[in-house]
């Protein structure tokens, strides 16, 4: 049974802007030739459709943008005196988190900061149960476990006030 092949247009301008980028020239031909290379690229490996339905929230985003900031320069601060400081026995751990939406975009915008953050990885993301596994660095116990998960759902909460859309609201209320 064949499949039902939609051209998205987005994605095809998309990967003509980055052909014409990628050899630093902007003549018609070249944009044609890139343009061509982007249509078998869209027909000979298409890719599901993406829903997005977002909205942007400029106060929460900014909000979002700076509490990242933030986390980012004092966790690198953290890194580098485990790292630099006396020799210890540092401890790591793989922290399981269950996300609160449903949304494929919060989960991924979610991993990515999070390993933006020094001192922590992302080692699988379980889209069907909303769970991410992150490697944490320099966490001693069970109270090291849950203050890393309940910066992750802190993370989530800031994506989704920034982000979201009703339905993301609506999931991540407590019941």
Known sequence: MPRHRTLQ????????????????DFSLGNAAFGFVVALAVCLFFPLPPLRMHLRVRPLPLAWLVLRF?????????????????????LRNAVVEVNLKTPSDFVLTVVAEMICLIPGSLAVEARRSTHTLFFHAFDVRDE??????????????RRVVKAFGTRIDHLEEAPA
């Not at 095809?12 to 802007?17: A, G, I």
């Not at 109270?143 to 989530?156: D, I, K, N, P, S």
Request: hydrophobic share 60%; proline share 4%.
């Open 143 to 156: 109270a090291g476990v849950e203050v890393f998960r309940q910066r992750v759902l802190a993370q989530e």
């Open 9 to 24: 247009v987005p994605v095809l301008l998309w990967l003509t802007l980055v052909w014409l980028m990628l050899w630093r």
């Open 69 to 89: 900031l933030w986390d980012v320069v004092v966790s690198s601060l953290l890194v580098a005196r485990a790292t630099l400081g006396p020799t210890k026995n």
